[in-house]
């Protein structure tokens, strides 16, 4: 049985002050893991997801006009513009489901979504904690390309690291297995391109605005065993907020 880890939260619980949320940020290239890690965080600590990739998907599947409007811009691998990604972002996070933390998979993405960010951590009393997940991006696409993804239920596969049990289906619903189309390699090839240019300057920002990031080799390591360490990670920051602390953690993977 892995350790029982805490929703992290950045005030003690003896304190009199209603406890901060913790929005968990997974932060990295496309194919370094964010989805999976999702996945095993969900179950950890039962808080939910918020995947702006999945959800505009979802409207892609239902062809409505947000759909519409994305669908040529994700299929090539571009990102989507910001005012629609933070008002989808905004409105999940006032869904009751988020009320002791929630996990961001894919949010924020550039420096216009990372101003929004602080703004609604704050109008919802959270505090992030980043996690950012460090690949090799030759490894990246060997791995995007063994992508397979369930259209019903979300679940993520790869034919070499984490294969269905049936080839081709789905363990948990027996949907059959797609291939998203934007996993091919000249868009995956866009999109490491645009996660280099609008996204990787997020960092800075993160450090410049004292958010708490961690750092973590995602390249080496088996998906379970990333996760043990998310895990520590995400235990060490509760630590340094119940110390009030918030920019000296004990933890040497601070970044
Ligand atoms: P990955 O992290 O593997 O790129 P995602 O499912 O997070 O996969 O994103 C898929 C696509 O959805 C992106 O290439 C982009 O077109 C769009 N997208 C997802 N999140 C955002 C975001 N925060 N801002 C703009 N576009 C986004």
Redesign the pocket.
Known sequence: MPPEVVVPSAVAPDSDQAPVKCAIVLFGP??SG?GTQSQFLIKRLGIPQI????M?REHIRCGDDIGQAIEQ??RA????P?EL?NVLVAERLSQPDTGRGFIL??????SA?GRVLIDLLDRNNAEAVVIHLLVDYNIIIARITGRRQCPKCGTLYNLLSRPPKAAGVCDLDGEELIIRE?DREQVIRE?LD?YERQTSPLIAFFRETGRKMYEVDASRVTPVALSERICELLDCAAWSGKQKKPGHSQDGSRS
């Open positions: 496309p194919g964010k995947s702006t990739g999945d505009l811009r994700m691998g571009l990102l989507v910001d990604v998979d894919g949010y924020p993405r550039t979504q934007d999109r645009s």
